[in-house]
DNA sequence: GACGAAAGTGTAATAGAATAACGTCTCTCC
DNA sequence: GGAGAGACGTTATTCTATTACACTTTCGTC
């Protein structure tokens, strides 16, 4: 076993959301799409945590906490584009988003979540994928999407009960 | 490429129905639990065909069609209960909920959805579970559920566009 | 057969997630 | 500066799921 993944450990995660956010300006900026003020701060709640957030959290958060007028299409919308630009995945099984790690790269995310402290593991260019790939070859399927969440103990968790 | 799967091409599917509750009364009386009517009528409505039914629907067709008085924690708890048994599958990305090849084997399903004709097909002992193993076993975290749901088309709705 | 506990179902209300439809505003480009 | 597209506000509604409590059925035991 390596060392566990960032997103389960303690570490300076300013820096996480930062990096995040600087990396959707330059990919929005080079596919010349807009990064508004409000898909900006969208971006930055769902990656306050690597803890997957339901949009109606985000939407708390506007009303309350920005003053912002907000209701769900406000959202909605917001987090639509980001799933577009590939800035956040959903996770289907917990209805909410998060951040990407990876948003260089068109990918679907694959998901290790911890049941305890509910951080999401992105996994990056696993054989998982590889081996769906083979099963739909042998079915003739032509794969388009995939959802795959794994739910569990994290590392951390299980050592820490 | 093998021949596709059942899911995707005609069969005699009323062999699929009677089956599936046959197996299920086994199943329920080896394990002491009780399959009543309302469950059995809800199972045999998820057996209707291979694509995954929505509660609602479900709910719909015991109120209109079966003349019962049922509101959502009649058709919930029935669910529930058949996922508890292993004789339904949820799917997260839809909403819905499949019946079970193999209710006798204890597994958590994975699926091929056609995005066109919505057949579900589960997949029996694949390679990708054993993937999500070895990616585990890497990141320390221990599986205790899994989703896996990769949506595209079918072998047959390839063919016939 | 009567009884009590447990399991199953009915019922009403509500919470949670997502979308539809339409109006207004704000950029950008000509 | 005007036209058009894109972004956002607003209201209502749909779809999915759960809570809480009442009533009924089933089953084992006396």
Redesign the pocket.
């Known amino acids: 076993m390596t060392t566990p993944p960032l997103a389960c450990r303690p570490h300076d995660h300013s820096h996480c959301i930062s990096q995040a956010l600087a990396e959707a300006e330059n990919l929005c900026s080079r596919q010349g ?2 990064l ?4 900006r701060r969208v971006l930055e709640l769902v990656w306050q945590s690597h803890r997957p957030l ?4 985000i939407l708390a958060v506007l009303s309350e906490q920005d003053g ?7 959202v ?3 987090l ?2 980001l799933l577009e630009q590939g800035l956040v995945h ?1 996770i289907a099984s917990l ?2 988003f998060v951040g990407c790690n990876r948003p260089d790269r068109a990918h679907q995310g694959q998901f290790f979540i911890c049941r305890q402290c509910h951080a999401a593991i992105e996994l990056e260019g696993s054989a998982i994928s590889e081996s769906i790939l083979d099963s739909a070859r042998e079915l003739g399927f032509r794969v388009e999407g995939q959802t795959v969440e794994v739910v569990g103990l994290c590392a951390n968790c299980q050592a820490a009960p």
Chains 1, 2 share one sequence.
């Open positions: 799409v807009r508004t003020a409000l898909r339901g949009a109606y959290d912002r007028r907000a209701a769900p299409p406000t909605y919308r917001a639509d584009f959903r209805n909410a």
